[in-house]
Every structure is written in C-alpha cells, then in structure tokens.
Antibody, heavy 114, light 112 residues
C-alpha cells in the first residue's frame, strides 16, 4: 500500500523558517517525481513545487520561488520542503503527492502568525 | 500561467441522479506526445484529495466506473452517473502540461 506521511508543521512567526518532511513507502520512491501542494484555510489547491525522481530538475510556483527549496533523499525515501522567510499567506495545509497526484499524504499544517 | 475555469462552483444532486462538472483551459492541454494532461481529483470533507481521472479520460485505480472523463484540447467534463452519498466533496481539475502546474477553483458537490 502506498503511503506518504508528512511531518514538521507547526506555528511559526513571520520571517522564520520551517522544514517539512514526507516519508514514502509502498512504492519505489526513487522512480517518481514528487510534488508539494498546499491548501490555505477554506481555499483551493495550489501546486508549489516539483522535484524529478533523480533531483535533476526542480520547479517552483512564483509565490514561493526563492524562499522555498524542495529536495529529496532517495536512500531514506524522504521528500523535503525547506521554507524560509515565511509570511502569513503561507499559512496552509501542505501535502506531498506522488507522480501525477495518484497518492497524497495526510498533510502537515503550517501556521504563520505573530 | 494556464488558467482552469470550473463550472459550476457548486452543484446539488439527488442521489441516483447524474452530475457533470466542466473545466475549461486557457490553453490546449494536448502535448506533442499526443497526451492530454488534464486530471480530476475529489477532496472529501476533512480528507486529502484523491485521483479520479488521469490524462482526461482514464479511470484511476479503485475508482468506481460511475465516474468518467471526456473532452477536447481545452474543454473537459467530469461526469458522475448515479451519484452516491460517498461522492460528496469538492472536485478539482488540474493540468500537468506546463509549469506552474495549476488547479481549477473547485466544484462543491452536495446532495439534495
């Protein structure tokens, strides 16, 4: 069974940093591109980042470019999202997703507030 | 960026009846490889999204065949025949053709 489990969310102040993790199991992690997708409270889905299976390419939404970094460790079956210079508008549930969204984690909640 | 416009934003359906949701793209989603990169997801209340349809018309694993997807290069439809109580939630279309990938605003399906 494919499983994606996010962790690392929390309440932080504007301008601070946070790193999310997503541990994958039930499939060959090193063979798939992985995404981070977020959902602000009561809002729709926003794609924010993609990393290729071998980390050779990374793509970001303009809203996070230069502040967020996606990475992965295939030896640990783990996807990461390093978030810097956090803003109130980054408050959201953050999901990791496999491939073309055929599997999603349960989400990690990030709240940015003073 | 490719804009996906969903309609309606909300639909109320009697169980057993059918429902259709439209998704219109600001640009053709047909790739040079002949693949139409339009996907449909359902987010049930309090849950993570789940994949329903991939590449416009292919049913994802484990999804009931009451769901079907169709369309052209820019106009797409998700049809749910014989709606059941478990189909309640928000339906999103998404494109994975060009960066940044984008989602439609969502269509909320409720039961009458």
């Amino acid at each position: 069974e494919v499983q994606l489990v996010e962790s690392g969310g929390g309440l932080v102040k504007p301008g601070s940093s946070l790193k999310l993790s997503c541990v994958a199991s039930g499939f060959t992690f090193s063979s798939y591109g992985m995404h981070w997708i977020r959902q602000a409270p009561k809002k729709g889905l926003e794609w924010i980042a993609l990393i290729y299976y071998d980390s050779s390419n990374k793509y970001y939404a303009d809203s996070v470019k230069g502040r967020f970094t996606i990475s992965r460790d295939n030896s640990k079956n783990t996807l990461y999202l390093e978030m810097n210079s956090l803003r109130s508008e980054d408050t959201a549930m953050y999901y990791c997703a496999k491939g073309r969204g055929d599997a999603w984690g349960q989400g990690a909640s990030v709240t940015v507030s003073s | 960026d490719i804009v996906l416009t969903q309609a309606p934003l909300s639909v109320s359906v009697t169980p057993g009846e059918s429902a259709s949701i439209s998704c219109r793209s600001s640009k053709s989603l047909l790739s040079s490889k002949g693949i139409t990169s339009l996907y449909w997801y359902l987010q049930k209340p309090g849950k993570s999204p789940q994949l329903l349809i991939y590449r416009m018309s292919n049913l994802a694993s484990g999804v009931p065949d009451r769901f079907s997807g169709s369309g052209s290069e820019t106009d797409f439809t998700l049809k749910i025949s014989k709606v059941e109580t478990e189909d309640v939630g928000v339906y999103y279309c998404a494109q994975f053709l060009e960066y940044p990938y984008t989602f439609g605003a969502g269509t909320k399906l409720e039961l009458k």
